[in-house]
């Protein structure tokens, strides 16, 4: 039987209430010059080693509402908190929420402002697992801010990885990889809205977007090997036809639709997928992977990746992100090596660390013929919420989900068995109702001298996509294409459903 090698259980939140919930005046002269507002001065601390955290604070007043104070800069409803911030705000009762990251707890409380209120707070922040000791780097591929903010964002969440998304009508000016403090950005990475595809330059020559206005462009971008192309969303209409002109290098299976308090609905281009099926903000998420997992049931061995589109989604940044796993210090191209050979963990929350036979992801086992291959799994997680069960998936669907309860240091988990070539990974979900707070390691393979079988029902989904697609969209226009800024030909899409038929 397999065992989890070991389980840090940190989602129990702290929480923190300033002053008994009450921040009174320290004078009442100065009371009587602020009737209608008070000044708190915040900083945040490892809990540790006492060092001055980069953090952000997400402020609600008496309603829910997020609040927005003057002179301190923030996004959709985030606060930046760097060094000691000064918030002035008017008198009434607030709520808040520091995060410094996925890798330490997150600090909540509420507070009452009084009139001509001034007061000064040190919130200790207590790390629940330092990954890059480990040798795991987290990066966020989709990352919508501009760079002046970059290295600022990058630290409040912890990461050592950033590409910094253009628009379709955009135009990169600057193909140079920067890194300051370990970390390292991008600004050379491209998107069509329509498709949500994402290129990440990879020459010296700064991508423009607008040049990408068909298929066969993106396909001579790829050509060309100017760019790194990643699918950004696995449910668009599209990504059949993207798969079989092997158009890309990973698949984004944590988007900018997952965000941290609800699950969107499938927009416009999307393939919808069944409700009764998929239903609730969950079943958007386990949508995006079964698609995925489709994939590679094909025999198309991509590796998962995650972005938080923060900047333009209402995701803070590296909300989703993927951890690559590497030997000794991050470097930009050692991470993208790592990448594509698929060692990584994709999260939005619980910080997932697998081994099977004490390897990592992205390894291969060799069967024999005519035996059965065992394969034990062990794991370290540490979350910042309640877990509410371990998947472990064989071949795109789940042999069984592990309950954990609040207690549990060690669960008996199942042995995984293959007598044929497949692949297998350990996918871990929080107990969250709202959106859909997981995380999933990269596919581990098992090859038993013919490479990694095709299966027909994947194949079939894939096909099925086309017709459906080939219904909606093929019109009777000059150029005999389909509609939208990315757009392809009938011979494009024959050649996709070509394909799929030699793969039928």
């Not at 309603?63 to 000691?84: A, I, M, S």
């Not at 390292?184 to 040049?211: C, F, H, K, M, R």
């Not at 991470?335 to 999260?347: L, N």
């Not at 509609?483 to 996709?496: K, L, T």
Request: net charge neutral; glycine share 8%; hydrophobic share 40%.
């Amino acid at each position: 039987m397999l065992h989890v090698r070991r389980i840090r259980l940190g989602h129990k939140i702290l929480i923190v209430c300033l002053l008994a919930c009450l921040i009174a005046p320290c004078s009442s002269t100065w009371a009587q010059r602020h009737p209608r507002s008070g000044t708190l001065q915040l900083e945040a601390v490892d809990a540790a080693t006492d060092q001055s955290l980069t953090g952000l604070i997400f402020l609600k007043d008496g309603q829910g509402r997020p609040v927005k104070p003057r002179r301190v800069r923030g996004w959709h409803d985030y606060l930046l908190l760097t060094g000691q911030a000064r918030i002035r705000l008017p008198v009434g009762n607030y709520s808040f929420e520091l995060d410094c990251g996925l890798e330490y707890a997150p600090r909540k409380g509420q507070f009452s402002m009084q009139p001509g209120a001034r007061d000064r707070r040190v919130l200790s922040m207590r790390r629940i697992a330092n990954l890059a000791e480990e040798g795991w780097f987290a990066g966020d591929i989709d990352f919508r801010h501009r760079e002046r903010d970059a290295l600022t964002l990058m630290k409040a969440a912890g990461l050592h990885i950033a590409c910094l998304t253009l628009s379709a009508s955009s135009r990169a000016t600057d193909a140079t990889v920067r890194s300051e403090e370990h970390r390292y950005w991008q600004t050379n990475v491209v998107t069509d809205e329509d498709t949500s595809l994402l290129a990440i330059g990879l020459a010296d020559e700064p991508l423009d977007a607008s040049s990408l206005s068909t298929f066969a462009d993106w396909r001579m971008l790829k050509k060309g090997g100017k760019a790194r192309i990643i699918a950004g969303a696995p449910d668009h209409e599209h990504f059949p036809i993207w798969l079989a002109h092997g158009l890309l290098d990973a698949v984004q299976v944590a988007n900018a639709s997952l965000t941290r308090d609800s699950a969107k609905p499938a927009q416009t281009g999307t393939r919808p997928r069944d409700e009764q099926l998929y239903p609730g903000p969950h079943g958007h998420g386990r949508w995006l992977h079964d698609i995925f997992f489709h994939a590679l049931n094909c025999g198309l061995a991509l590796p998962p990746v995650a972005g938080s589109g923060a900047g333009k989604s209402l995701n803070p940044p590296g909300y989703h992100r993927v951890y690559a796993q590497l030997e000794g210090e991050c470097e930009w191209d050692k991470w993208w090596r790592s990448v594509e050979a698929g060692r990584t963990v994709v999260t939005n929350g619980p910080l997932l660390r697998p081994l099977a036979e004490g390897f990592g992801p992205g390894h291969t086992f060799q069967g024999i013929p005519g035996e059965t291959l065992r394969i034990q799994v062990s794991l370290d997680l540490a979350t910042r919420d309640k877990i509410a069960y371990i998947d472990f998936i064989q071949n795109g669907s789940v042999v069984r989900s592990v309950r954990l309860d609040d207690e549990a240091t060690e669960n008996t988990l199942p042995e995984l068995e293959f007598s044929a070539g497949g692949w297998f990974l350990v996918r871990v979900v929080a107990e969250v109702e709202e959106t859909y707070r997981f995380a999933m390691s990269a596919p581990f393979f098992v090859d038993f001298g013919q490479g990694l079988p095709v299966r027909r029902k994947s194949v079939e989904f894939f096909r099925q996509a086309l017709d459906d697609l080939a219904a909606r969209e093929l019109d009777s226009s000059k150029d005999g294409g389909m509609r939208g800024a990315s757009q392809v030909s009938r011979e494009e899409w024959q050649a996709a459903m070509d394909f799929w038929n030699a793969r039928w």
